[in-house]
């Protein structure tokens, strides 16, 4: 059964609240204009997997998302009504997602959060597609950009192939990797970016993979997948999966046998489980990330992103996996509903629609975000960045929330 949450949200509280973003800068919409005036419930859908073997995991993703909702919250709401915070356990599955559906649109939200997980959003922006309801939910699948394939769904992360080619990109420009293999699950997500990266490979350098290795998530040991991408003299790796078990059996099969290439992940999170390790392999890993989320030597993030870090770090839900918080699209999707709410003064969704395909430059905590009626990845290409793992150790981290960016980016 989900669990109705309801809160007093109105404009002029939303407003005041929201004021100081605006004010530092967080909002630039260009050519949204005035809608009518709205009544009645401002409904907010929210899947999440509270069981399963996922929602641990899972749970941190959601802190912003919730810390959004405060905000709003304690600015007194949205449009002067009461709001219905309808939770629904989607147990983190894909097959679940169409039933799932069905219980939104009987809520009839006016926009929805979630679910996480490519594989759980390709799922449920399909069978949401064609209905009215405002989503976005953590999945990097490049096709949920698509604005005319999901008119009303809105990503507000980098794509697999936003991933990819700032992968291949480091590996070959950064550190003069010419061997670059690559290791990828064998899901959704783990076939859009071996095929982005394989691509880009073929169109920006005119070169293949030395060696591609693609494994079951559920395996148990990853050694034959490491041998060969050791036989293949990779120097540089693409290692492609949200499984942390996986990437501990990768490491142990390259520390085994001594194989140390540079690797780049999709993820930064997780450094605790990888403190077996030490010395070449995790100076050698690193990940994709945002731009804003890093520091170097002479750059510090804003004080908009530490303020945040600092709330998520307090959070209960939080639980270590602090960079899983800070890095999700969801405290960036409900400030910039609520600020579009406001602005447009109705919570109609094809309002709502109207408004978010004119975002241009929204200064997010993470990035800034843009969309057309066509592009609905909202993240552009100069916002993502590379980060370093083991800089989840240095104080500068904020506890981890952060990353240092790469040298020479």
Known sequence: MSEVISARFSRRTALAGFGALA??????????????????????GWIEPKTGRLAAAYKPIYV??????????????????????TEIDDKGSPSTQAAIARRVVGAEPSFVVGPTG?????????????????????????????????????????????????????LREARDKKRIGLIVENSEFGESIRTAAIDYLASEYSATPVAVETFEVDANDLTPYVRKLEAAKVDGLGLFTGQPQATILILRAMRASGFAPTIVSHDLNYVDALSEFR??????????????????????????????????????????????????????????????????NTADPRALKKALDAVAGYQGVRSKISFTADNHTGIADEEITIGTLTSALEPESLGGLLRRRADGL
């Open 23 to 44: 004010a530092a800068g967080a909002l630039a919409l260009s050519g949204c204009g005035r809608g009518a005036g709205a009544t009645g419930q401002v409904g907010v």
């Open 118 to 170: 490519s594989s759980q959003v390709l799922a449920s922006a399909s069978a949401l597609a064609q209905k009215a309801f405002i989503q976005s939910g953590w999945g990097g699948s490049a096709n949920l950009g698509n604005g005319k394939e999901f008119p009303y769904f809105y990503q507000l992360v980098y794509n697999t192939t936003q991933q990819a080619e700032a992968a291949v990109r480091f």
């Open 64 to 85: 912003g998302g919730r810390l959004a909702l405060e905000d709003i919250t304690a600015g007194g709401g949205l449009l002067g009504e009461m709001a219905g915070l």
């Open 279 to 344: 010395g070449e392999l995790l100076d050698n890993f690193f990940g994709t990330t945002y731009r804003g989320l890093t520091y170097t030597a002479t750059e510090t993030p804003h004080e908009r992103v530490t303020a945040l870090a600092g709330r998520i770090a307090e959070h209960p839900d939080t639980a270590g996996l602090g960079y899983s918080a800070i890095t999700s699209p969801y405290f960036d999707y409900l400030t910039l509903m609520a600020d579009l709410v406001a602005q447009e």
